[in-house]
């Protein structure tokens, strides 16, 4: 079964980092555009960051400056880097891709199991 696999959340004191990463499991795929979304206790789920495959990003206001994508295509995998984190970045973070076979098939859009990522001193 075709997924995509998240990692890197965990417990963080204000104005610091982590790096989330998402990858295609098995790995005989290609993630396309990718986008990341959180959700917050209570709150509805909210668009984060998004990249292209030929590197355009974009994001959304509260985390620019702050977050960067970046992709290690030798690993086919797709990073959200968060610095100088702040409490209201307290989240489940999810990634969501459009995944491609290597033979250039579009097989869908699939979601990250999500990953907690908390902003607490």
């Known amino acids: 079964q075709v997924q995509l696999v998240e990692s890197g959340g965990g417990l963080v004191q204000p104005g610091g980092s982590l790096r989330l990463s998402c990858a295609p499991s098995p790995s005989g795929f290609v993630i396309s555009t990718m986008n990341w979304y959180r959700q917050a206790p209570g709150q509805e789920r909210e668009w984060v960051a998004a990249?292209?495959?030929?590197?355009?990003?974009s994001y959304t206001d509260s985390v620019k400056g702050r977050f960067a994508i970046s992709r290690d295509n030798t690993k086919n995998t797709v990073y959200l880097h968060m610095n100088n984190l702040k409490p209201e970045d307290t989240a489940v973070y999810y990634c969501?891709?459009?995944?491609?076979?290597?033979?250039?098939?579009?097989?869908?859009?699939?979601w990250g199991q999500g990953t907690q990522v908390t902003v607490s001193s």
């Open positions: 990249s292209t495959s030929v590197g355009t990003t």
């Open positions: 969501n891709g459009a995944m491609f076979r290597f033979s250039g098939v579009y097989i869908g859009d699939y």
